[in-house]
């Protein structure tokens, strides 16, 4: 007798992620303020960070996931990474049932190997390209054409083969897959399965083999569709069997992989060699940079552009690199950086802006301010102004007693652009220009330099 499905699994998945992508969203938004902190929960990011500002809190969260991933499997790729969200919407949208796939193993080590032997050498690069938080986050802020590439892939990609890019080319799910895959708890068939192909249909990843009745809890996503699918109840967790394929067999792709894997980091770390030498010409085409971010070079080396700081930047200063895959940059021509705000060292999750209090935030340089008189209305015109000096946050612009601006105070100006902002003349007789690098507090400055 057959018996009913069981829905309830798949739904409070989807109710789960549905909650989570909402979040994600409105810390995309530009009004959620410090809540935006909250998406540092992702893997991705906090692996960059804890590679560029380690911190016991970040190092908290990426063992905090991969200690539920070993025990669980990878519900965090069909709850919390907004990718995997999308790439479900694009798949029930496509209506094309499910099959299985096979094991693109030598791939994902590849790429996977790459990926982190860029991050252990330095390089964010193949993260800014890859990690689906960042691409994500592109999406969600801008509608560049840096933000449009990755969705049109991913839709591409979720209807020909539904979850390949977890599966395979995602970086952060190919370590997600290698504790998934050696977990304590795994989703298993057991005798009652009659092999009716329902669960293969209805698995977006693909790594459902009906015919011998193994799934692969490496490339399983826990979508929880084979659970709600099943007529007879006959997929669940259980303890892991033993030998699944034969001891050879094993061994044999195991030392496939691992030695693919070794020659993907060594690969990695030859492109980061190479890649960082030159990455400065490329780095100061940005100009001025966000405080924390050290010098141009670092920060073009960290920043996977995922757009965080440019939507909650209540100044509307931080502007996307052209294309949306690059560094940002402070455009001062729009406003000045609020010298009480701190908020984008607090919102970066990737530790390319080094998280620094207000205090340290306000005594960091970021440019600095020049003063052309042939410009300014009280040398030219006569008439009294004084606004530059009045808006000064660290009065390194006074004004003479007959009321004309005093050059400005490099020592103790910090960039800002407040002056330049106030300036009424035409043409700016204040005006901010970049430096080599920021200068941060003593504190942060050796700890910017080391990472």
Not at 210 to 215: Q, W
Not at 229 to 256: H, M, Q, W, Y
Request: glycine share 10%; charged share 20%.
């Amino acid at each position: 007798m057959t018996k009913k499905t069981r829905p309830l699994p798949r739904m409070i998945r989807i109710c789960a992620a549905a909650v989570f992508l909402l979040a994600f969203g409105f810390a995309f938004s530009g009004f959620a303020g410090m809540s935006a902190q909250f998406l540092h929960i992702q893997l991705g990011p906090a692996l960059m960070k804890c590679a560029a500002a380690f911190s016991l809190g970040t190092l908290a969260v990426v063992l905090g996931i991969a200690l539920f991933t070993f025990l669980f499997g990878r519900f965090y790729c069909s709850v919390f990474c907004p990718f995997g969200i999308l790439q479900d919407a694009a798949g029930f949208l496509s209506r094309r049932k499910a099959k299985a796939v096979p094991d693109h193993a030598k791939t994902r080590c590849a790429i996977a190997g790459i990926v982190f032997g860029l991050l252990l050498c330095g390089w964010s690069g193949g993260f800014l390209l890859l990690d689906p938080y960042s691409n994500s986050g592109r999406i969600f802020a801008s509608f560049t054409l840096g933000g449009l590439i990755p969705p049109v892939l991913i839709v591409l990609l979720a209807v020909w083969k539904k979850r390949i890019y977890c599966t395979t080319v995602c970086p952060v799910g190919a370590l997600l897959g290698l504790l998934a895959k050696h977990g304590l708890f795994k989703l298993a068939i057991n005798e009652k399965c009659v092999k009716c192909g329902k669960c293969v249909q209805g698995c977006p990843s693909g790594c459902i083999d009906i015919v011998n009745g193994i799934i692969d809890n490496g490339r399983c996503v826990r979508c929880m569709n084979c659970i709600s699918t099943c007529p007879l109840n006959s997929i669940g967790f259980a303890a892991p069997k033993r030998r699944e394929v034969p001891v050879d067999e094993s061994r044999r792709a195991f030392l496939i992989s691992g030695g693919i894997l070794i020659a993907g980091l060594a690969a990695g770390a030859a492109l980061a060699k190479t890649g960082l030498g030159k990455i400065g010409e490329f780095a100061h085409r940005f100009k001025i940079l966000p405080p924390g971010a050290g010098s141009a070079e670092r920060f073009a080396a960290k920043c996977t552009a995922c757009q965080l700081c440019t939507v909650n930047c209540p100044a509307k200063i931080i502007v996307p690199a052209p294309g949306g895959d690059g560094p940002v940059s402070l455009d001062l021509s729009r406003g000045a950086c609020q010298f009480d705000c701190n908020r984008c060292t607090q919102v970066c999750p990737t530790g390319a802006l080094k998280p620094l209090t207000l205090e340290q935030k306000q005594k960091t340089k970021i440019a600095e301010a020049k003063f052309n008189p042939r410009n300014c209305i009280v040398f030219q015109e006569g008439e009294p102004c004084g606004h530059c000096a009045s808006v000064c946050p660290v009065q390194a612009i006074t004004l003479r007693k007959n009321g004309t601006p005093r050059p400005v105070d490099t020592a103790r100006c910090i960039g800002c652009g407040a002056c330049q902002e106030v300036c009424p003349a035409e043409e700016k007789a204040m005006t901010v220009h970049e430096i080599e690098r920021q200068i941060l507090p003593d504190a942060e400055r050796s700890q910017a330099d080391e990472s």
